[in-house]
């Protein structure tokens, strides 16, 4: 019997032969390719940028009422 190639059950990793549709120990369909991970969305710093508009926003609004309420203005 010729002995063909193998391939590893992505669930597994048990050995398959080649021509095998599914894992003789897990079941798992190997036939198929599986899906590609997604990768990870980055941040592009659009949302950090925001946030110090924010700030930098509620400081100015604040100092610039602080003098009224202290009786300076």
Same mark, same amino acid.
């Given at each position: /019997?010729?002995?063909?190639?193998? $391939?590893?059950?992505?669930? &597994?990793?048990?050995?398959?032969?080649?021509?095998?549709?599914?894992? $003789?120990?897990? @079941?798992?369909?190997? %036939?198929?390719?599986? %899906?590609?991970?997604?990768?990870?969305?980055?941040?592009?710093?659009?949302? *950090?940028? %925001? *946030? +110090? &508009? +924010?700030? !930098?926003?509620? +400081? $100015?609004?604040?100092?610039?009422?602080?003098? !009224?309420? /202290? @009786?300076?203005?």
């Amino acid at each position: /019997m010729r002995r063909g190639k193998t $391939l590893k059950c992505p669930s &597994c990793s048990s050995e398959i032969p080649d021509e095998s549709r599914f894992c $003789l120990k897990c @079941g798992k369909d190997v %036939a198929t390719p599986a %899906a590609p991970a997604a990768e990870p969305q980055t941040d592009d710093g659009s949302e *950090m940028f %925001a *946030m +110090m &508009c +924010m700030a !930098f926003a509620f +400081m $100015l609004f604040f100092f610039s009422l602080a003098p !009224f309420f /202290m @009786g300076i203005w």
